[in-house]
């Protein structure tokens, strides 16, 4: 296993014997130390990879298929919105199951806008139970410790492609925003993708569009 790290995300690629260059499909135990150590993650630990005694829990999981010519982007989002805990600690594990470009709707991430990018806004079932809405977030907006690192950069709207290789791991933090593409091109782009977030000292809200099964979430 080898990394490749980019200034906003990691990359890991795994090579077997045999020379396939996939991830087997989880249960997968990431040796957490790769996420956690290396400059690019700027100094600070990678909060919810860091070692394996956060209760981490595995949420949604899903392909994503985007067929050749028409499959469709996805708008600029931050994974916390979604998946809130109490403080933010959820993130995304995305993983190239074929080559990901910018012709057939690899990511987009807007570098370092896990710095200064709050969560807002939360998506959440409504309180009459007729649907979901975004709602403001009240609480916590960045993980815990990392509140404000930097100025808000509104204006710096430029998003950068990360193309990757299939059985590529992009790691997604719950604050950066981050997009994809159309698929443009005469090749499908499937990729898969799961989120994990802490359970030790956070609280997953009840308001969540996502709620956990019987017996909790799973369990990493
Ligand atoms: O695979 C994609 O096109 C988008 C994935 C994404 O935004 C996510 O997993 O949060």
């Not at 957490?32 to 209760?55: C, G, K, M, V």
């Not at 910018?102 to 806004?121: M, Q, T």
Request: charged share 20%; proline share 8%; hydrophobic share 35%.
């Amino acid at each position: 296993m080898y990394t490749r790290h980019a200034k906003y995300c990691q990359v890991v690629r795994h090579q077997d014997s045999r020379g396939t260059r996939y991830f087997s499909l989880p249960p997968i135990i990431l040796p957490a130390q790769i996420f956690s150590l290396h400059p690019a993650l700027h100094s600070e630990p990678l909060y919810a990879a860091r070692d394996s005694t956060n209760d981490s829990q595995v949420l949604q999981s899903m392909i994503i298929l985007k067929q050749p010519e028409i499959g469709g982007e996805v708008p600029p989002h931050q994974d916390s919105t979604f998946l809130y805990t109490e403080p933010p600690s959820a993130i995304g594990f995305w993983f190239a199951l074929e080559d990901a470009t910018a012709e057939n709707g690899c990511l987009y991430v807007l570098p370092r806008s896990h710095k200064w990018a709050p969560i807002s806004k939360r998506f959440v079932r409504k309180q009459d139970s007729s649907g979901t809405e975004f709602a403001e977030n009240d609480g916590a907006k960045f993980p815990e410790g990392t509140e404000l690192v930097e100025e808000p950069q509104k204006d710096q709207q430029i998003y950068e492609a990360c193309p990757v290789k299939a059985g590529s791991l992009i790691l997604i933090h719950g604050n950066l925003l981050h997009k994809s593409g159309r698929n443009t091109s005469q090749k499908s782009r499937v990729a898969y993708t799961f989120h994990v977030i802490e359970g030790e000292g956070k609280v997953y809200d009840k308001r969540n569009w996502l709620q956990p099964p019987k017996g909790g979430f799973l369990r990493l």
